[in-house]
């Protein structure tokens, strides 16, 4: 492949983003492993040495203003006609086009479609892509591709008058492909939505998002993710946090749990509480802890694993729950991340070996301190976007002892 960037080629990212999406709701803006679902694409667009304009296509103001803050322009609004259940992609890069052409003269040499639903995408896949254009003139389109999870020449279908099946494709010299060994068929492969790359031509002149000519650009099966239920959405979320996938991240490089773990810092109201506190006639307050989060925190001591909570407020009920536990605390704290310096220098612990779980603004700027930052579930967005790891279960209601329980794991 010529490494070299054509400085005259205009190559044109589009991601296309309606608001009305059912399966789930509200999911291009909808907080993937930290980070806004359209903002995986467009960094990808950002970070290719290719690719010079990334828009996003929506009919959706909210989405709109998610997608600049992120990068991304949105030159134009996506007429409602062209954000139904049932469009095509098709209208959709037509109107594209045809709005840039007319308001700008912009008329750019490759269009690099993303969808927001397939997230994980390797570091190199689009520039690798946009390169087989360059190098193969000849060809319409590249389109991303996996092995087939499923054999097609397999697969049947049934006659509703006589309910009776016969086979999907014939496979020519095999007589009843359905019966024979995967090894005997040919090979097939499944198109994903991480990339296409498609000359303009194809889409104004052809009407087609592929053209006649097209080229496989071979995606590693483990980053196939396409985000249409809830279920996959869990999915994809572990491939992130613990698939080792080497993939574009809208934001700083994730973080692994040390292999060695000294010390797990704890903020205390909403990581180890839900973060409500119910107050009495005489301005007593009392909070809701958990109990399985107690017994993972007497499980790291007994791993030898120290443990600290580092609180913002004074209050009773903290010195109460910490001595049960058992756990150092520090509390008043203003400047947290002062603070917890001056404890690993005291105590002469190796900040690569410690954990930080929070929840809020103010545990941030003790992520970077620290050799891996913990978010719970629902932890304020700063601190989701910051986080190494975001806990599937929120604060006080075993988020603690999820990270202990991974941290226990052999």
């Known amino acids: ?8 080629l205009e190559v044109l990212a589009i991601i296309p983003a309606r608001g009305g999406s059912k399966g789930i709701p509200r999911k291009n803006i909808k907080l993937f492993a930290g980070f806004p679902l359209i903002s995986y694409s467009i960094q990808a667009a950002l970070n290719s040495k290719y690719v010079t304009r990334v828009i996003v296509s929506t009919d959706d103001e909210e989405i709109a203003t998610v997608a600049r803050q992120y990068g991304a ?17 098709l209208p959709v890069f037509e109107h594209a086009l045809l709005t ?17 639903t397939s997230p994980i995408r390797p570091v190199d896949l689009l520039d690798d892509a946009i390169g087989l254009m360059i190098d193969h003139p000849e060809i319409d389109s590249v389109r991303g591709v996996v092995p087939s999870g499923q054999n097609p020449f397999k697969m049947w279908q049934i006659d509703k008058t006589t309910g009776l099946m016969t086979g999907l494709i014939p ?34 002149e052809q009407h087609s998002m592929s053209g006649k000519h097209i080229k496989p650009i071979f995606i590693n099966p483990d980053f196939t993710v396409d985000l249409d239920k809830p279920a996959d959405w869990k999915r994809a979320e572990w491939l992130v946090w613990y698939g080792g996938l080497e993939m574009v991240m809208p934001g700083n490089k994730r973080r692994p749990l040390p292999e060695t773990v000294e010390l797990v810092v704890f903020d ?7 973060n409500w506190v119910t107050v009495d006639q005489n301005g007593i307050e009392a909070v809701t802890a958990n109990r399985g989060d107690g017994m993972g925190i007497g499980l790291l001591h007994k791993r030898g694993i120290k443990t600290l909570v580092l609180s913002t407020e004074i209050n009773p009920v903290v010195s109460a729950r910490c001595q049960k536990l058992k756990i150092p605390v520090i509390q008043g704290v203003k400047d947290k991340p002062v603070v917890l310096k001056e404890y690993l220098s005291n105590n002469q612990i190796n900040p690569e070996h410690v954990v930080y779980v929070g929840n809020d603004i103010n545990d941030v700027p003790c992520f970077p301190v620290v050799g891996c930052a913990v978010a719970v579930a629902d932890a304020h967005f700063s601190a989701l976007s910051q986080a190494d790891l975001i806990l599937s279960r929120k604060g006080g209601k075993g988020a603690v002892r999820e990270l202990c329980d ?5």
């Open 406 to 410: 991974l941290l226990l794991q052999d």
């Open 171 to 204: 496979v020519e010299g095999i007589a009843e492909p359905y019966n024979a060994p995967r090894q005997k068929l040919p090979e097939t492969f499944w198109q994903t939505g991480h990339i296409d790359v498609i000359r303009p031509t194809v889409i104004l």
């Open 1 to 8: 492949m010529d490494s070299m960037v054509n400085p005259r």
């Open 268 to 274: 205390f109201d909403g990581v180890m509480t839900n």
């Open 73 to 89: 322009e949105v030159p134009f609004l996506r007429p409602e006609q062209f954000a139904q259940d049932d469009t095509l992609d």
């Open 100 to 116: 840039l052409a007319k308001t700008e003269n912009y008329q750019p040499d490759l269009v690099v479609q993303l969808r927001p």
